[in-house]
């Protein structure tokens, strides 16, 4: 298992791009063990799944939300990134980065605590 | 989207009594060429990150008690609590992994009579 640690802006204004970075430890993101995932959860309601990239930067898009988002890898840095531009309220929520599996299609066995984004008007 | 409905919302249950939480899925997440069920449940307790029950609709992540199963094929599942403690009141989540994007259940919430 690896830890994942989502870090970020807490407040975004609307119409602007939200962007978080997940630190990984324990393991690398240059592994081809994982797909490393963005979700989110608006408060009080369930789980969105936002998307994936794997090590090679092979990315997949929730449909949608495929154009607003972008998740990028900095393998120096052992980190991914998620972008969501053009925010709006709607788009306050807790935002989880996780480790897939091997599998693109995948369960989630490892999440970061999580970061807490609200959209200011 | 394949839709994920789970029942009831919320179930309140005793100290030891078994707790049983449904899923549906809108359409099957069987995938027949491996025989396996793309389904898997969550815990969440309030204000942490879900954590990993089970997967492949009935494989328990390694760790999980053995009161914890997980059952079901086609489009229904089951999550089962055996004997609930205290440490189990929480948010139960099913998600289905079978096509993109992976979706999730409203959630079923678990609390004390």
């Known amino acids: 298992q690896v830890q994942l640690q989502e870090s970020g802006p807490g407040l975004v204004k609307a119409s602007e791009t939200l962007s978080l970075t997940c630190t990984v430890s324990?393991?690398?993101?240059?592994?081809?063990?994982?797909?490393w995932t963005w979700l989110r959860q608006p408060p009080g309601k369930g789980l969105e799944w936002l998307g994936y990239i794997y090590y090679r930067g092979t990315t997949n898009y929730n449909p949608s939300l495929k154009s607003r988002v972008t998740i990028s890898i900095d393998t120096s840095k052992n980190q991914f990134s998620l972008r969501l531009s053009s925010v709006t309220a709607a788009d306050t929520a807790v935002y989880y980065c996780a480790g897939g599996t091997v599998y693109s299609s995948s369960w989630y066995p490892d999440w970061g605590q999580g970061a807490r984004v609200a959209i200011s008007s | 989207d394949i839709v994920m409905t789970q029942s009831p919302d919320s179930l309140a249950v005793s100290l030891g009594e078994r707790a049983t939480i449904n899923c549906r899925s809108s359409q099957s997440v069987l995938y027949s060429p491996n025989n396996k069920e793309y389904l898997a449940w969550y815990q969440q307790r309030p204000g942490q990150p879900p954590a990993l029950l089970i997967y492949?609709?009935?494989t328990r992540e390694s760790g999980v008690p053995d009161r914890f199963r997980g059952s079901g094929s086609g489009t229904d599942f089951t999550l089962t609590i055996s004997g609930v403690q205290a440490e189990d009141v929480a948010t139960y989540y099913c998600?289905?992994?079978?096509?993109?994007?992976?979706?999730f259940g409203q959630g079923t919430r678990v609390e004390f009579k």
């Open positions: 324990g393991g690398s993101v240059s592994t081809s063990s994982y797909y």
């Open positions: 998600q289905q992994y079978y096509t993109n994007p992976p979706t």
């Open positions: 492949w609709a009935s």
